[in-house]
């Protein structure tokens, strides 16, 4: 830690303090001024100095190239060109997900809402730059505790605060999960750094200490991607929230999530991965992983199935796409490691854009049934044919990014183990899922352009601000669909460079 | 320059959506001003373009995974493309009286011919499998909002198929790129790797089923049946025109060029389902009640045919394949209008699907029979008899519907629809003239092919010398 003066901190963790600052800043507009102001203005004034926040921490980042030497700070805080464009990833997610909320009315509190928003974005960032064991721990709870609150926030709602009681407890006990995993790790290697903790390991092979510890984080992992078995809290979740809150669980935490658990396990467990090829099994992370992708793949597209609530499917669909996500991560490589960033961002963006659509049509009908959806097309053409893109690109139909992502994590997985195709049967049994998928995704989707609308139904009207973000999103989508190197791109560049 | 036809399409698609909602007439205009552009392009494209593959556009698109945006055409390409831009304008003369929402109708039809072009112009692999998707999905709503009887059913039958289909084609174009070392998607180079030989006995399988599906090989082709029965007529036309076509250009394109092997060690069993399908899809028509069911299994019958060209795995056998069959286009044509222009233009048709000589039916027909003749002399004459079926029930059909007693048997579907009491109503409206300008133009083009071949077998026949189909040389296949 010698010759690294608290300025020096401070700059490197520039983007986090701004971020930090703006929740306050929201807190103080908000409760000080913004009190007597109508409910609208005060989500708009809220909404805008999120943005403006988010904006500048991306802006700052893209301004200022820093990087940190390796081991610096012991990893509590490594910056270099991937983290950092994952952060912007994170930020770009939490800005959109401030937009969704601005014509949201299920709470007077504005500033508390918007400032725990912010402050799930710092925890973001923080797990995001993480390479040591407290600070993702650390991070990892400033996340998750904010988002019990976010999911709690509906107070005139009895399904938020089951939603969010359920989604505590279970968090709760994951946690604990991780913190025993995590302790077990240092116990073996008296390190709480990933790389140190790796080169310790080399050699050793899976003992039944160093086992535990891995099933124990990836338990405590898998509840934050809600993965087989670990999702239960993801339905009730997703259906009782707040809708912005739920995009925010959906997006910028998965991204969040799932980079931290790709780091800890290529970094941490380099060493134990063991094999997950057909017939050629051995015991390490990675058939571990592909064990419980296989299950989210196939209970997340089959109860998906029997859903009737457009929320609901979201959550099991979100199961499903954890369990293609996985993929990626089990690959065990570089491009693994570009192909899972580019899938969950993408992921993350598609699925924020359908919940913004969904808040819309809550707002009106109170809920979120496919009823409430019925010939929609003819009551909000704009917003459904958004609504369109997202359901498309959820269902890997081009050219959208949600179809470039799965078809470049397959290629990953396949790629891993190319001489032998060893991974080949995971990704048959991921297409073949994501080939069931397109059938629910059509069902809400035949609802909005095929089923006839109810007479009583009104016709459906966002703010125009609102309208405009959905849209964007949209054509973020299509964008990254169409010309998917825009990240690509820049991903590899900064993978090689941060020496993954 | 043919590039154009795709991005024509697109516009128009883009065109369409800034449209006011309810100026149904507007749409149409647009709709078919796109087409005729399209198919204009199509064919100064194809007067213009040489014997071998001419590249239009080959672009980096991912360097990262090897992946270019390049479109070119041969021969095949070119005689599928023009008849997609015909189909096009024939099935949005058919839709003109839709008024339902015809702007949205519209927009799905062009994005379905935009991807259908894009399919025959893409030599990347993973190019050609995005349209291949793109045309997937605009079909299931063509059917679920402006279909028929069972229209949801039959729309998610279909769309569900495809996807499937599409999926295996998937798995097949992913281990395909990964064995021939992860560094090109283009199919000219890909068709040049010696894939090895254990890796073509089960890929070849996997992509040409997966495509195989769309193009109703027995017996994965029970969506087509219901398809044409629940499609509106111009999406039915296109779907017995240019979609089953897709899935036997797929096959042919990408499993038979990249897996030659492969192909010569299934050509038995696939030839066998082909031929079953004919005879099988013949047979089922002849019992039929609903005039669409029988289209609809006609068209499997048909394309048993062309499958059975596929793996006759020589060059007369290729040449029919992309020798098309404009008939069963029109085919598609809403014939419960029992009137007498109908009952012109179906004879025609049909005397063209009989494989009467002077039509093109007959010409493709007697290609493959040729074709198959050298490879197996047995299924050939039971491709034969599937013939003599199909003489007997389109003649059937004729009798009942043309000449027979105005009475329930006219219009057996009609008496169906109303025991099952949809709310369709099946008034015997006059034909419109543009559909008859439709009518005219598709029936033109069958008797022109028909007297006069060799117009698409000069083009055809030159583009299998290509390196492109080397593999499939080199394995006694050509």
Request: charged letters at 10%; hydrophobic letters at 55%; a neutral charge.
């Given at each position: 830690?010698s010759?690294?003066?608290y300025f020096d901190?401070?700059k490197?963790?520039m983007?986090?303090?701004?971020v930090a600052?703006?929740?306050?800043?929201v807190?103080f507009i908000?409760?000080g001024?913004?009190?007597?102001?109508e409910g609208?203005?005060?989500?708009?004034?809220?909404?805008l100095?999120?943005?403006?926040?988010?904006l500048v921490a991306i802006?700052?980042?893209?301004?200022v190239?820093?990087?940190?030497a390796p081991?610096?700070l012991?990893?509590?805080l490594?910056?270099?060109p991937l983290?950092?464009l994952?952060k912007q990833g994170?930020?770009?997610?939490?800005?959109f997900t401030?937009?969704?909320?601005i014509?949201?009315t299920?709470?007077?509190?504005?500033?508390e809402?918007?400032a725990?928003?912010?402050?799930?974005?710092?925890?973001?960032?923080?797990l995001v730059?993480?390479e040591?064991?407290?600070m993702i721990?650390?991070?990892l709870?400033?996340l998750s505790l904010?988002?019990?609150?976010?999911t709690?926030?509906n107070?005139?709602?009895l399904?938020s605060?089951e939603?969010a009681l359920?989604?505590?407890l279970?968090?709760?006990?994951?946690?604990?999960?991780?913190?025993?995993?995590?302790?077990?790790?240092?116990g073996?290697?008296g390190?709480?750094?990933?790389r140190?903790i790796a080169?310790?390991?080399k050699?050793?092979?899976?003992d039944p200490?160093?086992?535990?510890?891995i099933?124990m984080?990836?338990?405590?992992f898998?509840f934050?991607?809600?993965?087989v078995?670990f999702?239960?809290w993801?339905?009730d979740?997703?259906e009782g929230?707040?809708?912005?809150?739920a995009?925010?669980?959906?997006?910028g935490?998965?991204?969040a999530?799932?980079?931290?658990?790709g780091?800890v396990?290529m970094?941490?467990f380099?060493?134990?991965?063991?094999?997950g090829a057909?017939r050629?099994?051995a015991?390490?992370?990675?058939?571990?992983?592909a064990v419980?992708?296989?299950f989210?793949m196939l209970?997340?597209n089959?109860?998906a199935?029997?859903q009737?609530?457009v929320?609901?499917?979201?959550a099991?669909s979100?199961i499903?796409?954890g369990g293609?996500?996985?993929?990626a991560v089990l690959?065990?490589n570089?491009q693994g490691?570009?192909?899972?960033?580019y899938?969950v961002?993408?992921y993350?963006?598609?699925?924020?854009g359908?919940f913004?659509?969904?808040?819309?049509v809550e707002?009106?009908?109170g809920?979120a049934r496919f009823?409430d959806f019925?010939?929609?097309s003819?009551?909000?053409?704009l917003l459904s044919?958004?609504m369109m893109?997202f359901?498309l690109s959820?269902?890997?139909i081009?050219?959208?990014?949600?179809?470039?992502g799965?078809?470049?994590v397959?290629?990953?997985?396949?790629?891993a183990q190319a001489?032998n195709?060893g991974l080949?049967w995971?990704?048959i049994?991921?297409i073949a899922?994501?080939?069931v998928?397109?059938?629910?995704?059509l069902?809400?989707?035949k609802?909005i352009y095929?089923?006839?609308?109810?007479?009583?139904?009104?016709?459906i009207?966002?703010s125009a601000p609102?309208?405009?973000?959905?849209?964007?999103?949209a054509?973020?989508v299509l964008?990254l669909g169409c010309?998917?190197n825009l990240v690509?791109g820049?991903?590899?560049?900064?993978?090689?460079a941060a020496?993954? | 320059?043919?590039?154009?036809t795709?991005y024509?399409?697109?516009?128009g698609v883009?065109?369409l959506?800034?449209l006011?909602?309810?100026?149904?007439?507007?749409a149409?205009v647009v709709?078919?001003?796109t087409?005729l552009?399209g198919f204009t392009v199509?064919?100064?494209?194809?007067l213009k373009?040489?014997?071998?593959?001419n590249?239009?556009?080959d672009?980096s698109?991912?360097?990262?995974?090897?992946i270019?945006?390049?479109?070119?055409?041969d021969?095949?390409?070119?005689?599928?493309?023009l008849?997609t831009?015909i189909?096009?304008?024939?099935g949005?003369?058919?839709s003109?009286?839709?008024?339902?929402?015809?702007?949205?109708?519209?927009?799905?039809?062009?994005?379905?011919?935009?991807?259908v072009?894009?399919?025959?112009?893409?030599f990347?692999l993973?190019?050609?499998?995005?349209?291949?998707?793109l045309a997937?999905?605009p079909?299931?709503?063509l059917?679920?909002?402006w279909g028929?009887t069972?229209?949801?059913y039959?729309?998610?039958k279909?769309a569900?198929?495809?996807f499937?289909?599409?999926?295996?084609?998937?798995?097949?174009?992913i281990?395909?790129y990964?064995v021939?070392g992860a560094?090109t998607?283009s199919l000219?180079?890909?068709a040049q790797y010696?894939?090895?030989?254990?890796?073509?006995?089960w890929a070849f399988p996997?992509?040409?089923?997966?495509?195989?599906?769309?193009a109703?090989?027995?017996?994965?082709?029970?969506?087509?049946?219901?398809?044409?029965v629940a499609?509106p007529?111009?999406?039915?036309?296109?779907?017995?025109g240019?979609?089953?076509k897709?899935g036997a250009?797929?096959?042919?394109r990408?499993?038979m060029?990249?897996?030659p092997?492969g192909a010569?060690a299934w050509?038995?069993?696939?030839?066998t389902l082909?031929?079953i399908?004919i005879?099988?899809?013949?047979?089922?028509a002849?019992t039929q009640?609903?005039f669409?069911?029988?289209?609809?299994y006609?068209?499997v019958?048909?394309m048993?045919f062309v499958l059975?060209g596929l793996?006759t795995l020589?060059e007369?056998g290729?040449?029919?394949?992309a020798?098309?069959r404009?008939?069963?286009v029109l085919e598609?044509?809403?014939?419960?209008?029992?009137?007498?222009?109908?009952?012109?233009?179906?004879?025609?048709a049909?005397?063209a699907?009989m494989?009467?000589?002077?039509?093109?039916?007959?010409v493709?027909?007697?290609?493959?029979?040729i074709g198959a003749?050298?490879?197996?002399p047995?299924?050939t004459?039971?491709?034969g008899?599937?013939?003599?079926?199909?003489?007997a029930y389109?003649?059937r059909?004729?009798q009942k519907?043309?000449f027979?007693?105005?009475?329930a048997e006219?219009?057996p579907r009609?008496?169906?629809?109303?025991?099952?009491s949809r709310?369709?109503?099946?008034g015997?409206?006059p034909?419109s003239?543009?559909?008859r300008i439709?009518?005219v133009?598709?029936?033109?083009?069958?008797?022109v092919?028909g007297?006069?071949p060799?117009?698409?077998?000069?083009l055809?026949a030159?583009?299998l010398?290509?390196p492109?189909?080397?593999?499939?040389?080199?394995?006694?296949?050509?």
């Amino acid at each position: 830690m010698s010759g690294v003066g608290y300025f020096d901190i401070l700059k490197l963790a520039m983007p986090e303090t701004i971020v930090a600052l703006a929740a306050l800043v929201v807190l103080f507009i908000d409760l000080g001024i913004m009190r007597p102001a109508e409910g609208k203005f005060r989500r708009m004034i809220a909404a805008l100095v999120t943005g403006t926040s988010c904006l500048v921490a991306i802006f700052w980042m893209h301004q200022v190239q820093q990087e940190t030497a390796p081991g610096f700070l012991s990893g509590l805080l490594v910056v270099d060109p991937l983290t950092q464009l994952v952060k912007q990833g994170v930020l770009v997610l939490t800005l959109f997900t401030a937009w969704i909320s601005i014509d949201s009315t299920f709470t007077d509190h504005t500033g508390e809402y918007f400032a725990l928003l912010l402050l799930a974005t710092v925890g973001m960032m923080f797990l995001v730059s993480a390479e040591n064991l407290l600070m993702i721990f650390i991070s990892l709870e400033l996340l998750s505790l904010s988002l019990y609150i976010l999911t709690a926030f509906n107070k005139r709602n009895l399904r938020s605060a089951e939603a969010a009681l359920k989604y505590f407890l279970f968090g709760g006990m994951a946690a604990a999960f991780t913190l025993f995993g995590l302790s077990l790790l240092y116990g073996l290697t008296g390190s709480i750094e990933l790389r140190p903790i790796a080169a310790a390991l080399k050699g050793k092979g899976l003992d039944p200490a160093l086992a535990a510890a891995i099933v124990m984080t990836v338990i405590g992992f898998g509840f934050k991607i809600a993965a087989v078995p670990f999702h239960l809290w993801a339905p009730d979740a997703y259906e009782g929230a707040p809708t912005p809150s739920a995009a925010l669980i959906a997006s910028g935490s998965k991204v969040a999530s799932f980079f931290i658990l790709g780091k800890v396990m290529m970094l941490g467990f380099a060493g134990a991965e063991g094999n997950g090829a057909w017939r050629a099994f051995a015991s390490g992370w990675v058939p571990l992983l592909a064990v419980i992708a296989v299950f989210s793949m196939l209970l997340g597209n089959l109860a998906a199935i029997a859903q009737s609530n457009v929320k609901r499917l979201l959550a099991y669909s979100a199961i499903a796409h954890g369990g293609y996500a996985l993929l990626a991560v089990l690959t065990d490589n570089l491009q693994g490691v570009a192909a899972l960033i580019y899938y969950v961002v993408t992921y993350a963006l598609t699925v924020l854009g359908a919940f913004g659509v969904v808040s819309v049509v809550e707002e009106r009908a109170g809920e979120a049934r496919f009823s409430d959806f019925a010939g929609l097309s003819r009551r909000a053409p704009l917003l459904s044919f958004c609504m369109m893109i997202f359901m498309l690109s959820l269902a890997g139909i081009p050219p959208l990014a949600g179809f470039f992502g799965k078809f470049y994590v397959f290629t990953a997985a396949v790629n891993a183990q190319a001489k032998n195709l060893g991974l080949l049967w995971l990704v048959i049994f991921a297409i073949a899922m994501s080939a069931v998928s397109l059938y629910y995704y059509l069902q809400v989707l035949k609802q909005i352009y095929v089923a006839e609308s109810s007479t009583r139904t009104p016709v459906i009207k966002a703010s125009a601000p609102l309208q405009a973000g959905i849209v964007l999103v949209a054509a973020g989508v299509l964008a990254l669909g169409c010309a998917p190197n825009l990240v690509v791109g820049a991903l590899s560049a900064a993978i090689k460079a941060a020496g993954f | 320059m043919l590039g154009w036809t795709i991005y024509i399409s697109f516009l128009g698609v883009a065109v369409l959506t800034l449209l006011p909602r309810h100026n149904a007439r507007a749409a149409r205009v647009v709709a078919l001003l796109t087409a005729l552009t399209g198919f204009t392009v199509a064919l100064v494209g194809t007067l213009k373009a040489d014997a071998g593959l001419n590249t239009f556009c080959d672009v980096s698109w991912v360097p990262a995974l090897g992946i270019h945006y390049h479109l070119a055409a041969d021969g095949i390409s070119l005689t599928l493309v023009l008849l997609t831009g015909i189909a096009a304008v024939a099935g949005i003369l058919f839709s003109w009286n839709i008024e339902q929402r015809a702007k949205e109708f519209f927009a799905f039809y062009l994005t379905l011919i935009g991807g259908v072009y894009g399919v025959f112009l893409s030599f990347d692999l993973f190019l050609l499998f995005v349209f291949y998707e793109l045309a997937i999905i605009p079909k299931y709503f063509l059917i679920a909002i402006w279909g028929s009887t069972r229209k949801e059913y039959g729309a998610m039958k279909l769309a569900l198929y495809s996807f499937v289909g599409s999926a295996m084609v998937l798995i097949g174009i992913i281990a395909a790129y990964v064995v021939a070392g992860a560094k090109t998607m283009s199919l000219i180079e890909l068709a040049q790797y010696p894939f090895p030989e254990h890796f073509q006995y089960w890929a070849f399988p996997l992509v040409f089923v997966g495509f195989a599906i769309l193009a109703g090989l027995w017996p994965f082709h029970t969506w087509a049946p219901t398809g044409h029965v629940a499609a509106p007529t111009a999406a039915s036309m296109l779907l017995a025109g240019v979609v089953m076509k897709l899935g036997a250009y797929g096959s042919f394109r990408v499993a038979m060029t990249l897996f030659p092997l492969g192909a010569k060690a299934w050509q038995m069993p696939f030839a066998t389902l082909a031929v079953i399908g004919i005879v099988y899809g013949a047979m089922v028509a002849l019992t039929q009640k609903d005039f669409k069911f029988v289209i609809g299994y006609s068209s499997v019958s048909h394309m048993g045919f062309v499958l059975l060209g596929l793996m006759t795995l020589n060059e007369i056998g290729f040449t029919d394949r992309a020798h098309t069959r404009e008939l069963e286009v029109l085919e598609g044509m809403d014939l419960t209008k029992a009137l007498p222009f109908a009952a012109g233009t179906f004879v025609v048709a049909s005397a063209a699907s009989m494989g009467l000589p002077g039509f093109s039916g007959f010409v493709a027909e007697l290609q493959v029979l040729i074709g198959a003749w050298r490879s197996f002399p047995t299924m050939t004459v039971c491709a034969g008899i599937g013939i003599l079926i199909g003489v007997a029930y389109t003649l059937r059909v004729l009798q009942k519907a043309f000449f027979g007693e105005v009475a329930a048997e006219v219009n057996p579907r009609q008496t169906e629809s109303a025991a099952l009491s949809r709310a369709q109503p099946h008034g015997l409206e006059p034909i419109s003239g543009p559909e008859r300008i439709g009518a005219v133009i598709l029936m033109a083009a069958t008797l022109v092919i028909g007297l006069y071949p060799r117009l698409l077998l000069d083009l055809i026949a030159p583009s299998l010398n290509s390196p492109l189909f080397e593999g499939l040389r080199r394995a006694g296949a050509l």
